[in-house]
């Protein structure tokens, strides 16, 4: 792996231990054994718990509901990837074979390993590390996280169009699955009373599910 110092620079933390930051770093195609896959279970709490801190904070007359989807928005899969190019992170991430296959897998890897980086500087020094990392790379996000539909991920407006219309919630099925158990590729199908079934594809069921959800808001000209 390479020189890690400049990356430290960026993340603003001179790691003690850095095989924390190394095994952050290492996707489960390089190793089974040694991946980022346990950090990234707990970045994404550390994650979590600093962005509800922050807007309970900052947003002291809003209600839970109006939190809920602010958080949503500044947690979600896209957010962590916008911020993992933005801390230079694809240039050492460890990956099997020659690099990222396409854009969408590209986003599912760079996010993952954003939130095991925040557990590497959350484990190596503690929450004002994870806290500053943090409130510096997602400032901009906090500042002008956007508003109306455009803040709301596609599942949250998909739904709120269809009891605009008094129809039943949209539904989610799981129409197949492909690909190894540390790589999966999922098709997701969102089915919605009196319109055709729409598919989405992604790296996690989430991720299909807002690919689909997406796809159905373009084809009903929500």
Same mark, same amino acid.
């Given at each position: ?6 990356? =430290?620079? @960026?993340?603003?933390?001179? /790691? ?20 980022? =896959?346990?950090?990234? /279970? ?6 979590? *718990? ?11 007359? #809003?209600? #839970? ?24 992170? !694809? ?13 969408? +897998? ?8 954003? #939130? ?31 508003? &109306?539909? %455009?803040?709301?991920?596609? @599942? ?6 269809? %009891?605009?219309?008094? *129809? !039943? +919630? ?23 009373? &009196? ?9 996690? @069921? ?5 690919? +689909? ?8 000209? +929500?």
């Amino acid at each position: 792996m390479r020189d890690l110092r400049p990356l =430290e620079e @960026k993340l603003g933390h001179r /790691f003690t231990d850095r095989g924390l930051l190394e095994r952050a770093l290492t996707h489960a195609s390089a190793t089974s054994t040694h991946s980022n =896959e346990r950090l990234e /279970f707990l970045g994404d709490r550390v994650l979590g *718990l600093v962005v509800a801190e922050t807007l309970h904070a900052r947003h002291a007359s #809003e209600s #839970e509901g109006a939190l809920t989807v602010r958080f949503h928005a500044l947690v979600r899969a896209e957010a962590c990837a916008r911020v993992a190019e933005a801390a230079d992170l !694809p240039t050492y991430v460890r990956l099997a074979g020659p690099g990222f296959e396409s854009a969408r +897998a590209r986003g599912a890897i760079l996010s993952d390993v954003c #939130e095991a980086v925040i557990a590497a500087l959350y484990l190596d020094g503690g929450m004002a590390a994870a806290r500053d990392f943090i409130n510096r790379y997602w400032a901009g996000m906090f500042e002008d996280p956007g508003r &109306g539909a %455009q803040m709301r991920d596609a @599942k949250t407006r998909l739904q709120e169009w269809a %009891q605009g219309r008094g *129809l !039943p +919630a949209p539904a989610y099925r799981e129409t197949a699955r492909t690909g190894p158990a540390h790589a999966p590729h999922f098709v997701i199908e969102a089915q919605i009373e &009196g319109e055709a079934p729409q598919s989405g594809e992604g790296g996690s @069921k989430r991720e299909a599910e807002q690919d +689909a959800a997406a796809k159905l808001l373009t084809r009903v000209g +929500a």
